[in-house]
Structures are given as C-alpha cells and as structure tokens.
C-alpha cells in the first residue's frame, strides 16, 4: 500500500548514449544534461518552479566550466531559485543523487528535487598539471582528465580495467563467458531499440552541424559493433587476458535525469508517480576490489527490505565490464533473465557521471513495460 510519506519518482529519462567523437561529442556535459531535464519536466507534467534543488553528478568537471548542475538547470529553465549541486563519486555519481535526493525528502528539506548525472568524456580535456608553475628542464608530460580524474587509480596509477581483469583471473573467468555476456548485452540493446522499449526512456537530442540540425533519438554503438569479430578482438590490459573492448563498456557521451517527490507532494502538484523508492544502501570494497562492491550493496538492500532474489523481478547491474554483472549475478545467484533485460554498459555505453541515474530510468521503464512489480538497481 502506498503512503503519502512514499518518495516516488515523477519522471526518468535519460539522453541518447553517444560514442567517443561521436555525434553527441559537439556538446558539452550540461547541455546533454539539460536535454535529458528538460524532458523529464515534461512528462512529470509539473513546472520547472516546482522543483525545490537539482543534485547532479559529474566525474570529469575540467573544462566544462563553473558549476555543471547550475548550468545544466538554467538551460532547462528551472529558476534560479533552485539549489544546484554538482557531486563526484565516480561511477556512483548519478545514483548517489538519487540516494541523496531520497533522503533529502525524507528529512523534510525539499518537496520536488532533481537527480541525475552527465559526462561528455569525449571532450574531457588534457591537462598540463605544471604549467602553473613551469617546466624547467627535460620533457613535460600532457594527462589525460578522462584517464587521471576518471579511470585510474589514484594510489597506483592503475586503470580500472587491470583491476577488473585481475579479478576475472582470480575468479577464474574466461574469455568465452565474458564475451557470450557481452554478445548477449548487445543482442539485447539492438532488440530493444527495434522494439521501441527504450523510447519512453529516451530524450532525445537536437544536435547543430554545417548542413544544419539533426536529431539523435537513439544510442549510437549498438549498431556500430560487430557481432562476428567480438570473439577475435585482442586483450585491452594483460598480454592474455581476458577483458577486451567488447566485454568492457565504451567511453560514451550522454546525461539523465530523474524527479523525485513525495506522495503527499505529487498529489499536490497533480503529478502521476512512476514508481516509489523503498529503500537504498551503499557498500565499499578496497578500489583495486570494486568489482565485487554490488553483491554487498545488493545483498545489504535485500536485507533492509525484507526481500530475496526471487522477490525481485528485475535488476540492473552496470556493465563497467561484464565480468562486474557475473560476479553480482554468481554471487547472489541472480538469473541472466532477471538481469539487463535491455542490454547495458558494454552495448550502449558507460558515460561515468550518469550511468548511475540511467540504469535507475531504464529500470523503472522495463518494469512498466514489462508489468513487473520489483526492481533493484546497482553499480
């Protein structure tokens, strides 16, 4: 039964997933973001006053100018009025600003809030760090934001995806397993794209070029991979290993967005809810260890609520890399049919500051599309 204290959502959307130095790269993060926003205003039918604070996550802020939330706002026509926050917590961000969000509305400090994340990592710039202060003798060195702010470690310098690939050798994780997953995923987007399942999630974006304006409805990568050579590609961090381009997400472009409320105050403003939000946890591993961290984060929420896997319908479970989604699926004995019913991160893509926002839209979708009633989201 519903509670008019229930937080619900009132809108999810999300843009698009563009490629690197795709069609989506001619835009900056905040104007992805304000796509997807402006989108999910709409259909929550509410006006952008209504909405008490935005909080919307970002990993790789260089270049993008002061205060990304803010900007993604203004564009999308919400008053100034409105607190922004823009947050960090890699891969995390856009779902943490949901979980902030939740309990924001639940402590009584705002009615409406806006949650989401954005990245464009095809614009995320180099970065001379001492320039500042000069280079004085010998070579200097140009970093990578994307790479230093985003995907390598900051104790040991190492990409997530040696990481990754140290634990599906650990695991024991082969090469044919990661890419029947990875095949699947893309069977799945493509599928679903066809279908039309993603449209009610979908906001898409206008994009301006010499020959004029051309509208980007759907994600850019399911239907540039090829099938057959997915088995051939070669190992992307060890000699042979067993984690390559396919069975790893892409580096994408993209935004998303989602409206959160209580009952009480969605009935006040004639707003139709989505879904309710029942509860949300958090669980850390060491960083060389993240892979693992959504069985405990998973496990601890089934937990809290009462529930078992089997009381779950569906879950999304982000594809950073598919041996990430295995060990959730092995180690919670989660069924493949439960999981990523429309594809994930290693078909569509991962831009990093909104994956955690997206998976949460493209949940909420699939179990109104598919008349499912439970739904857990985890990265």
Not at 38 to 53: C, F, H, T
Not at 57 to 66: D, I, N, R
Not at 216 to 245: C, N, S, V
Request: glycine share 12%; net charge neutral.
């Amino acid at each position: 039964m519903s509670s008019p204290t229930d937080i619900v959502f009132l809108a999810a959307t999300r843009t698009p997933m563009g490629g690197m130095l795709g069609g989506l790269a001619g835009l900056t993060a905040p104007e992805l973001a304000a796509a997807a926003i402006r989108a999910a205003i709409e259909r929550s039918g509410i006006e952008a006053s209504a909405i008490d604070e935005g909080i919307m996550g970002c990993v790789l802020p260089g270049g993008v100018k002061q205060g990304p939330a803010r900007q993604a706002m203004r564009q999308a026509g919400i008053p100034d009025a409105s607190g922004a926050t823009t947050i960090n917590k890699l891969c995390g961000s856009g779902m943490k600003a949901a979980m902030l969000a939740h309990d924001l509305i639940r402590a009584g400090s705002g009615e409406v809030i806006l949650a989401g994340g954005m990245e464009s990592m095809s614009n995320a710039p180099h970065v001379l760090t001492k320039a500042r202060v000069g280079y004085r003798l010998g070579h200097g060195e140009l970093k990578d934001h994307m790479f230093l702010d985003g995907l390598e470690d900051a104790e040991t310098g190492k990409l997530m995806g040696v990481f990754a690939q140290d634990i599906a050798d650990a695991r024991g994780y082969t090469r044919e397993r990661l890419d029947d997953f990875a095949i699947a995923s893309l069977e799945r987007a493509m599928a679903a794209t066809e279908a039309g399942h993603l449209n009610a999630e979908m906001a898409p974006v206008t994009v301006t070029h010499r020959k004029g304006e051309s509208v980007i409805e759907h994600d850019e990568q399911p239907f540039q991979a090829r099938l057959d050579k997915i088995r051939e590609l070669r190992p992307a961090f060890a000699k042979d290993g067993t984690i390559t381009a396919a069975n790893a997400s892409s580096i994408s472009d993209g935004a998303s967005a989602l409206i959160l409320s209580s009952a009480a105050a969605a009935d006040k403003l004639g707003a139709k809810p989505l879904a309710r939000m029942l509860g949300h946890s958090t669980h850390s591993q060491h960083p060389s260890e993240f892979t693992i961290a959504p069985v405990g984060a998973i496990d601890k929420l089934l937990k809290k609520l009462g529930w078992s896997v089997a009381d779950v319908d569906l879950f999304e479970i982000n594809e950073a890399f598919a041996v990430v989604t295995l060990l959730a699926m092995d180690g919670l004995n989660i069924p493949h049919s439960k999981v990523n019913v429309y594809g994930g991160a290693c078909a569509q893509g991962h831009p990093i500051g909104s994956t955690g926002s997206r998976i949460i839209a493209t949940l909420i979708h699939a179990l109104r599309t598919q008349g499912k009633k439970r739904g857990i989201a985890s990265l």
